[in-house]
């Protein structure tokens, strides 16, 4: 979890709780604004990560640690479970 990662690396519990959820809320609706003028989330990502920043930093251990492949894991095994909560 990111809070608690952020107060892993030395911030107050009530700091990394507001900078997490005010960098999601950002995220969101920059990303819901962009979609609404026809950008892609992929296209925008490529706008804001500057190379050899902070972004493409993390970045990189994502792609190296193969989140995409652990989300798209995640995604269908919750997909599979409303499909069983929907049976009944």
């Known amino acids: 979890e990111m809070i608690t990662a952020a107060v892993e690396l030395g911030l107050s519990k ?8 005010q960098t999601a809320k950002g995220a969101a609706l920059l990303a819901q604004q962009r979609d609404e003028q026809g950008e892609s989330v992929s296209a925008l ?8 920043g902070t972004t493409e930093a ?4 994502f792609a190296n640690d ?3 492949a652990t989300v798209l894991v995640a995604l269908q095994a919750a997909t599979e479970r409303s499909r069983q909560l929907s049976r009944g």
């Open 14 to 21: 009530d700091l990394a709780k507001d900078l997490v959820l």
């Open 66 to 68: 193969q989140f995409g």
């Open 45 to 52: 990502r490529r706008k804001v990560t500057s190379p050899g």
């Open 58 to 61: 993390a970045l990189k251990v």
